[in-house]
């Protein structure tokens, strides 16, 4: 069974910044991309930033994000953070970690959510 645990979600005031973390665990066989969504009340979950499993770990970033947050990852722990600068109120949703990840029971790729973690941005 694989796992993603987030953690590192909170309240800040506009103009500061948080760092989300993921950790997966479990019977990985191996990570291929990592990505963190959040789905605000009311819409539609929407990406936020992908990182790829290759060597130069490429990532892309919805619009939103480009400039203010920037997705990494380390392989060997099989972790993926989210470090957000310059927080706005819009930012305000639950934060879900993703992964598509070959187990070791089953050759076959599954895409793993979190839990979720809350970010508020309020004055």
């Known amino acids: 069974q694989v796992q993603l645990v987030e953690s590192g979600g909170g309240l800040v005031q506009p103009g500061e910044s948080l760092r989300l973390s993921c950790a997966a665990s479990?019977?990985?066989?191996?990570?291929?991309?990592m990505a963190w969504y959040r789905q605000a009340p009311g819409k539609q979950r929407e990406l936020v930033a992908v990182?790829?499993?290759?060597?130069?770990?490429?990532?892309t970033y919805a619009d939103s994000a480009k400039g203010r947050f920037t997705i990494s990852r380390d392989n060997a722990k099989n972790t993926v953070n989210l470090q957000m600068n310059s927080l706005k109120p819009e930012d305000t949703a639950v934060y879900y970690c993703?992964?598509?990840?070959?187990?070791?029971?089953?050759?076959?790729?599954?895409?793993?959510w979190g839990q979720g973690t809350q970010v508020t941005v309020s004055s």
């Open positions: 993703n992964a598509v990840i070959s187990s070791t029971t089953s050759a076959l790729l599954r895409n793993y």
């Open positions: 479990g019977s990985i066989f191996r990570v291929f991309s």
């Open positions: 990182v790829s499993s290759g060597g130069s770990g490429s990532s």
